[in-house]
């Protein structure tokens, strides 16, 4: 009789290694957690044959669990990564000794390339006898493919700074993207650390227990404590590892939108000399809430308490990437201001107003370190700095791009110990306007970045 496509995924007689049925409570306590499990279970015989799939297996394949029953990796991988997976797994079951934690680039018959993170062990009979493998992967594509977006981008920065050959553009761009690296960094550690610490090892810690018990499972489940309390904890486990999968996609979506920042602002430097960018109505919030976002990480490690203090306002007439490499880098600015506070009384206020003189400004204040009033006249000079770590480029650059833009960058500040102002004004958008001034090609351009409320 055939499984019904809904059906949960069957497990064969063989894997037991003899011709009985697997006891009914084990086998539906594997049914659950091989239908539930979202990561790509398998075990297989000595031939390397599937016995038992789970259904986010199955269903990566386009087939159903009872389907995949008899096939090999060769039925769907290209050869090379077909016979590396046959020959590891005939090593495993040869020697006894476990694959784990194994980065696999799997190749596809179309030519799709995918990545997983593998762990194979020995499947063994009541006597330990060796009858086939057991496994688990972790699709990691996504992660792969963001690690190769950042060393592509990397390569982009170096490439735009040998181009521009202007040791100010080169260092400002650097300054920038730097800004965004560091919230990359901080993002790829909190995942390697989920990884590193995920719940997938009490997967091997379940299994080993029914084998152990495997002589008298009903007599386990009927009177031994950790029998009653498993079906529970094979659910509890299940649903930590969604929330696992869950929290891995939103860290890699927000790589994937730094990155892409990153790609914008090397654009951005590389196309000045040539094409202008697109003038569009910016809305101001949607600015903030995405530097905000870049900035996130840092600012929560500077225990800084943002306020926003958001007015109704026309949207700007501003380029996009130009107004976030400004906020981005006026937000690092301030953070880094407060550092001579204590890390209570560390507060940043993200203001937007109206003007009478049809313009709109986004303010950036803090209530750090202050200005000295002869500074005020210096502070957007190619070069001029105060900190010992500082370069003098990024106030220079964002004064340059909030002119290119038909605005202006200003500071202010009562001295001293008093905190500082920075205000950024920008036209406002005119009813009617065009949408841009300039067109890019659709092969330049790079999608925006989507606001988010972070802080």
């Known amino acids: 009789m055939s499984q019904h496509p809904d059906a949960p995924p069957a497990v064969p007689a063989a894997m037991t290694g003899s011709g009985s049925p697997i006891p009914q409570i084990e ?69 006894g000794q476990p694959m784990l934690d194994k980065l696999e680039k799997e190749t596809w018959p179309d030519g799709r390339v995918t990545w997983v993170l593998t762990s194979k062990l020995p499947l063994r009979d009541d006597l330990g006898k060796v009858i086939g493998t057991f496994g688990i992967s972790k699709d990691v594509t996504k992660s792969v493919e963001t690690q190769k977006a950042l060393e592509e981008a990397n390569l982009q920065l170096m490439e735009a700074t040998r181009q521009a050959g202007m040791a100010e553009v080169a260092t400002g761009v650097l300054h920038n993207v730097g800004n965004v690296l560091t919230s990359i960094n901080v993002t790829a550690n909190l995942l390697s650390d989920r990884f590193r610490d995920s719940k997938v090892t009490s997967i091997f810690k379940v299994c080993a227990l029914l084998r152990d018990q495997s002589a008298d499972l009903p007599g386990f489940f009927a009177k031994d404590p950790r029998g009653a309390k498993l079906p529970g904890y094979l659910e509890n486990l299940a649903n930590a590892l969604d929330q696992e999968r869950t929290e891995t ?149 964002s004064a340059n791009a909030a002119k290119q833009m038909g605005g202006s960058l200003s500071a202010f500040s009562q001295g001293p110990g008093k905190g500082a102002t920075f205000v950024l004004e920008l036209p406002a958008w005119k009813e009617g306007e065009s949408n841009s001034l300039a067109v890019k090609s659709a092969e330049q351009a790079f999608a925006p970045i989507s606001a988010a409320r972070s802080v």
Do not use: C
Not at 52 to 75: C, E, H, M, Y
Not at 331 to 348: C, G, H, T, Y
């Open 27 to 95: 086998s539906l306590l594997l049914q659950a957690f091989l239908a539930s499990i979202p990561d790509h279970i398998y075990f297989k015989d000595l031939q390397s044959r599937f016995l038992a799939v789970s259904q986010a297996k199955a269903t990566r394949d386009n087939l159903t669990p009872a389907q995949l029953i008899g096939k090999t990796d060769f039925d769907f991988f290209a050869e090379a990564h077909a016979r590396k997976a046959y020959d590891d797994e005939q090593a495993i079951i040869r020697t």
């Open 249 to 397: 996609m939103s860290d890699l979506g927000t790589l994937l939108k730094s990155i892409d920042h990153v790609k914008d602002i090397i654009w951005m430097q590389q196309s000045y000399a040539s094409v202008a960018g697109v003038v569009e109505p910016l809305a101001l919030n949607e600015a903030i809430e995405d530097a905000i976002k870049l900035s996130n990480n840092a600012l929560l490690r500077h225990n800084v308490h943002v306020t926003r203090e958001f007015a109704i306002t026309p949207p700007a007439r501003a380029e996009r990437h130009k107004v976030l490499q400004i906020l981005v880098n006026l937000i690092s600015n301030a953070k880094k201001a407060m550092d001579v506070k204590e890390p209570s009384q560390r507060r940043m206020i993200l203001r937007i107003e109206n003007t009478p003189q049809n313009t709109v400004q986004i303010k950036v204040i803090d209530n750090g370190v202050g200005i000295p009033p002869d500074n005020l006249t210096k502070i957007f000079s190619h070069g001029f700095t105060t900190r010992k770590d500082g370069h003098g480029f990024g106030l220079h650059s």
